[in-house]
């Protein structure tokens, strides 16, 4: 680590470590005042519960309709059954529910007992799937960008296949559109699939140097984890802190229950609780969120400083020992405050991302909700790719957050570097290599969970084996995008590295520049091409205006 760091952000770490030690009191609290036993079924569902007269039973009921027939004259539907739900009656001693029987088409306990060790070999098989990923990208990534493309190609042709001997003629003509036009771009894109396929090998060559790097992001993984399972805990406690009250949509007594405002049956009672339950509720997410971005935000800071003292060291350099200690020191000391400070924007973004959906979900016909939210989408993203630049430029300067944001930007606008950031292909392209890797992956447990079922006469091997390699693809999916975000971090570091390079006149890898010049030089000769097409088009606007205009003056 540079003793010479200052630091940077102070007070959003203790911030940070308030909200922290706030949800973890209030966890406390919630797990000793939690509603020791259930309030019994029957009871709540006759009112038994709650007709003491401190409830006031009949004017409560009294208030919920008269509440319902209000919303209701104003044209609003009311949300019945939101807070409670009619408690089922006990199951008799001959249901079929209570003693389901063993030829049942689905036993979710041995179904359990069958696919957990299979689910922990793939979770344990994806590690090393995703570290192969890697190498394959380090040792032959021209193969492996091509493969993913064609692979792409070649599923949409399946598909449309599929429709076809179905006899779907309109699906069918769908997606052999959609498959020959992708081939179409793909074929237009060859030279910049080739320069992404060098990117991604030269960039790589940063993990084989330094492979702890791979361990450490591993590591902070785990310690997010070890916050956010007792952080759900303490806010299932909370929501066992309450009283019994009469239901809030209950409106009238009927029988041995109560029904709602429009007849439907639901319980007497209800569990209400506390009133300072919310607000936890709402500090918990909100702690959540951001230990979780932290957990990022420092996984991104370490391999941007990782990765700069890598790609500055000396020709020849091939001791890199302690780097990795170094970045994770920084970051957990003079730089935490501008870590928490990043991964609190981050947070305030996804928090604000999930209220424009709920909006538009909600106000899906209004046109101008859906424009605001489409121009919010915009703001989120390039929130998202400021902030991202602004960790990895002060994880190799050690700047705070505000000025490290400056500083990249600037950096990447002097060098007329912005034009990187609207690739997308690294991020498909490796995507796309978790995707197949993931599917071969749950194809191949399919296949052996399938041979060891039959082989052990299990009932209903096939359906077993098939919910088994779904679940495997799916949890080898999760973890091999693990992997793909450390690599599209070390694109993004070893980038940020060259346009700094390339501002002060240095060239310290020279196999990095030819790519990124390359890169630079085919995105600025794109610009430059779609510049004289707009600027040829209006010149030749202009010249058929003056025809139009001398041929008016020559008339009489």
């Known amino acids: ?41 029957t009871l709540m569902r006759t009112g038994g519960a709650c007709n003491a007269p401190e409830f006031d039973f009949d004017a409560t009921l009294v208030a919920n309709e008269q509440r319902y027939r209000a919303r209701a004259m104003r044209g609003d539907e009311p949300e019945l059954g939101a807070d409670d739900a009619a408690t089922p009656a006990p199951a008799a001693s001959g249901d ?23 689910i922990l070999v793939a979770l344990v098989g994806s590690f090393f799937l995703g570290l192969l990923m890697l190498w394959m990208f380090r ?15 070649a599923v949409t042709g399946a598909v449309a296949a599929m429709f076809l001997v179905q006899g779907a003629l309109i699906p069918a003509i769908i997606f052999a559109f959609f498959t020959a036009l992708s081939a179409f771009c793909f074929y237009l894109w060859t030279n910049e699939l080739n320069l992404i396929a060098s990117l991604l090998q030269v960039a790589t ?26 952080a759900v805990a303490a806010m299932m406690f909370a929501a066992e802190n309450g009283h019994v009250a009469v239901s809030t949509v209950a409106t009238a007594k009927s029988g041995d229950g109560c029904v709602d405002f429009v007849g439907a049956a639901v319980d007497c009672c209800g569990f209400q609780v506390d009133p300072w339950v919310p607000y936890y509720m709402t500090l918990s997410i909100v702690s959540l969120l951001w230990v979780t971005s932290a957990a990022l935000e420092t996984r991104l800071y370490v391999i941007g400083g990782t990765m700069c003292q890598w790609y500055f060291a000396p020709a020849g350099t091939t001791d890199f020992s302690g780097v990795v200690w170094g970045s994770l020191s920084n970051a957990l000391g003079p730089s935490f405050g501008t870590i928490c400070f990043g991964s609190f924007v981050l947070t305030m973004t996804e928090m604000a991302k999930a209220a424009t959906e709920r909006l538009r979900r909600e106000e899906r016909e209004n046109i101008l909700v859906c424009l ?24 190799m300067t050690g700047e705070a957050f505000c000025d490290a944001a400056a500083s ?16 997308a292909f690294p991020s498909m392209i490796l995507q796309g290599a978790a995707l197949v890797l993931a599917l071969g992956c749950g194809v191949l447990t399919w296949t052996l969970a399938w041979a060891q079922f039959a082989a052990t006469n299990v ?20 973890a091999l995008t693990f992997f793909v975000m450390i690599a599209l971090n070390v694109v993004d570091a070893v980038f940020l590295c ?14 990095f520049h030819a790519v990124f010049e390359e890169v630079n030089r085919v995105a600025l000769a794109s610009l430059v091409a779609s510049d004289s097409v707009c600027i040829a088009y209006s010149n030749m606007a202009n010249t058929h205006a003056m025809h139009d205009g001398t041929a008016e003056a020559s008339q009489p």
């Open 1 to 41: 680590p540079n003793p010479r760091r200052r630091k940077q952000d102070a007070i959003w770490s203790w911030v940070f470590l308030a909200v922290i030690l706030a949800t973890a009191a209030g966890g406390a609290l919630a797990y000793a005042g939690k509603y020791e036993e259930a309030p019994d079924a």
């Open 96 to 118: 079929s529910a209570a003693d389901p029987s063993p030829d049942a088409p689905f036993d979710a306990d041995d179904f359990q007992a069958l696919a957990a060790p299979w």
């Open 139 to 153: 040792q032959c990534a021209h193969t492996m960008v091509w493969t993913v493309i064609y692979a792409k190609v």
């Open 205 to 230: 060559q940063g993990l084989r140097d330094n492979p702890h790097v791979i361990t450490t992001t591993v590591g902070l993984s785990v310690v997010s984890l070890l916050y956010i399972a007792p």
């Open 372 to 395: 605001c939210a489409a121009v919010m989408e915009c703001v989120y993203a390039l929130v998202e790719y400021i902030s991202k630049f602004a960790v990895l430029q002060a994880s």
């Open 408 to 423: 990249a930007t600037d950096i990447l606008s002097r060098n007329f570097l912005m034009a990187y950031g609207t690739y």
């Open 459 to 478: 009932v209903n091997a096939s359906m077993y084996a098939a919910i088994v390699g779904a679940l495997c693809g799916v949890v080898a999916f999760v």
């Open 498 to 511: 060259y346009a700094m390079d390339k501002d002060r006149n240095m060239v310290n890898h020279a196999e």
